[in-house]
């Protein structure tokens, strides 16, 4: 299969220069390369949630669903307990998984759903031209916040860590093949996923030269050692910030699916017609 198969004939609306499409051009490699490497094209489903990020669902020809702000987690493991056989991929931005969507994001690790959760981080609200969100540094100006943000900005990957994300990750927009290979990984690995992906706003916070002499690559290591390299960066602005990309940690453990497919699965697979309620009595 081709890159270019995936193309659809939607006009793309992000700002010209927009590190958006570089992680459009590794997601459509991604699964492109996947494909090839024998995964049916059909089985790759995609959702995305509300913000700048949220237009690349309307770019890439697959099967897929819009979701709302902070709920592409749920919706994804609702297409994975529907049919297992699916690769389901999110895309989501930071103000979207981190402060809407931050429960969602928390929980559909902690129950290592099947599913691979991409975060645009630029660290602002940009669809709605420029707002402090959970990863935003102190002291930041912003249409919200003209004096200054007066909030701290948390770690998302020592959350995620914590949470019980069985794949951790991080890479650089415009470091497109090692963004395409980190993606490919993060899709065929049996778990939840995490792959956040520092994403520059040209437009309302501009990152690119910050990001791009302070990053340095690390392989899987051990829960301790990602935990610490981790924190060595904690998005703020820093002269002295090391910013790691790569992954950070990876393990096999039974996932949700795993774990409800012998309480739902031999009564309705391969069937494919899932009783709903049995699914919901379930997380009662």
């Given at each position: 299969m081709k890159e270019e198969e995936l193309n659809t004939p939607v006009e793309i609306t992000w700002c010209p220069g927009c590190t958006n499409f570089a992680i459009l051009t590794a997601a459509k490699r991604a699964i492109a390369e996947l494909v090839n490497e024998g995964f049916p094209k059909e089985n790759f489903v995609i959702s995305s949630g509300i913000g700048c990020h949220a237009k690349i669902y309307d770019y890439i020809n697959t099967n897929g669903f819009y979701s709302i702000h902070g709920r592409v987690p749920p919706t994804l493991t609702g297409m994975k307990l529907a049919n297992p056989e699916l690769k389901v991929i999110g895309f989501a931005g930071d103000g979207d998984a981190y402060a809407e969507g931050i429960e969602h994001l928390i929980h559909a690790a902690r129950m290592n759903a099947d599913i691979t959760m991409v975060i645009h981080n630029n660290q602002i609200f940009a669809l709605t031209t420029g707002q402090p969100t959970p990863t935003t540094e102190e002291g930041f100006k912003t249409k919200a916040t003209p004096q200054g943000n007066p909030y701290p900005p948390f770690n998302p990957i020592v959350l995620m860590l914590e949470a019980g994300a069985t794949f951790v990750a991080r890479e650089y927009a415009l470091d497109i093949n090692n963004l395409t290979e980190t993606l490919k990984e993060a899709i065929k690995h049996r778990g939840f996923s995490f792959v956040e992906v520092l994403q520059p706003c040209i437009s309302f916070h501009d990152t690119r030269e910050f990001i791009s002499r302070?990053?340095?690559?690390?392989?899987?290591?051990?829960?301790?050692?990602?935990?610490?390299?981790?924190?060595?960066?904690?998005?703020?602005?820093?002269?002295?910030?090391?910013?790691?990309?790569?992954?950070?940690?990876?393990?096999?453990?039974?996932?949700?699916?795993?774990?409800?497919?012998?309480?739902?699965?031999?009564?309705?697979?391969?069937?494919?017609?899932?009783?709903?309620?049995?699914?919901?009595?379930?997380?009662?």
């Amino acid at each position: 299969m081709k890159e270019e198969e995936l193309n659809t004939p939607v006009e793309i609306t992000w700002c010209p220069g927009c590190t958006n499409f570089a992680i459009l051009t590794a997601a459509k490699r991604a699964i492109a390369e996947l494909v090839n490497e024998g995964f049916p094209k059909e089985n790759f489903v995609i959702s995305s949630g509300i913000g700048c990020h949220a237009k690349i669902y309307d770019y890439i020809n697959t099967n897929g669903f819009y979701s709302i702000h902070g709920r592409v987690p749920p919706t994804l493991t609702g297409m994975k307990l529907a049919n297992p056989e699916l690769k389901v991929i999110g895309f989501a931005g930071d103000g979207d998984a981190y402060a809407e969507g931050i429960e969602h994001l928390i929980h559909a690790a902690r129950m290592n759903a099947d599913i691979t959760m991409v975060i645009h981080n630029n660290q602002i609200f940009a669809l709605t031209t420029g707002q402090p969100t959970p990863t935003t540094e102190e002291g930041f100006k912003t249409k919200a916040t003209p004096q200054g943000n007066p909030y701290p900005p948390f770690n998302p990957i020592v959350l995620m860590l914590e949470a019980g994300a069985t794949f951790v990750a991080r890479e650089y927009a415009l470091d497109i093949n090692n963004l395409t290979e980190t993606l490919k990984e993060a899709i065929k690995h049996r778990g939840f996923s995490f792959v956040e992906v520092l994403q520059p706003c040209i437009s309302f916070h501009d990152t690119r030269e910050f990001i791009s002499r302070r990053i340095y690559r690390i392989q899987p290591m051990s829960f301790e050692d990602a935990l610490r390299v981790a924190r060595e960066w904690d998005y703020s602005p820093r002269e002295d910030a090391r910013i790691a990309v790569g992954v950070f940690y990876r393990e096999e453990r039974p996932t949700l699916e795993d774990k409800l497919r012998p309480k739902v699965w031999h009564r309705v697979y391969p069937e494919r017609s899932v009783n709903v309620k049995e699914l919901w009595d379930l997380f009662l």
